[in-house]
Each structure stands twice: as C-alpha cells, then as structure tokens.
C-alpha cells in the first residue's frame, strides 16, 4: 500500500498550487480519500475529504471557496487545487485513503506561502 503526494512548493500570498496524491496496492475506488495538513506546533487537521461513490465532498471553513478537492478512480489519483492561498496554509499537507479499518497515510509535501 502506497500513497505518495507531489506538488507541494513555495508560492506567494494569493498565489495557486495544485496536489497530487497517487495510490496503489489498494482498491482505490472504494475508498473515502482525504488532504490533511499539518502546521509547525498545531495537530494534523482535515482539509478536505471525497467520498468513493458520486464524490461528494466536504472542506474545512478555512478553505471553503479556494481548496478544490477532485479525484480520478481510473488513474488512482486524488488532486487537490489551492487558490488564493494565505500564509496561514503553510503546511505539510498528507493524502488519506481510509475503509473501515483500514487508514493509509502518505509522506506529506511541503506548501510554504510565504512572499
């Protein structure tokens, strides 16, 4: 089982940023997949969650309006598309795929915004 994040950076206040989360060794599909993220001194919080079936999703209030999250079951990939990103978003942001008992976790990227 495998989840490994990319395009993470350094980016400008009010600047734009696109995750990628790429699984395997998993049923993808079936699972409810997630962005967490983790700031320096403050415990790891959702960000945003998309459900297997129809993809309806859920965001934290901080980011409702500029965090887009999608996912594409035939390539076992979840994105996650931040706009207008803030100082305060500065973060390693982690990829989730969780069912049932099951709780995966990816290596987190790093997003720094910062001018």
């Known amino acids: 089982v495998q989840l490994v994040e990319s395009g993470g950076g350094l980016v400008p206040p009010g600047g734009s940023l696109r995750l990628s989360c790429a699984a395997s060794g998993f049923t993808f599909s079936t699972y409810v997949t997630s962005w967490y993220r983790q700031a320096p001194g403050k415990e790891r919080e959702l960000v945003a969650l998309?459900?297997?079936?129809?993809?309806?999703?859920n965001y934290a209030d901080s980011v409702k309006g500029r965090f887009t999250i999608s996912r594409d079951n035939a390539k076992n990939m979840v994105f996650l598309q931040m706009n207008s990103l803030k100082p305060e978003d500065t973060a390693v942001y982690y990829c989730?795929?969780?069912?049932?008992?099951?709780?995966?976790w990816g290596q987190g990227t790093q997003v720094t915004v910062s001018s």
């Open positions: 998309i459900r297997s079936a129809g993809g309806a999703s």
């Open positions: 989730n795929g969780r069912l049932l008992m099951n709780n995966y």
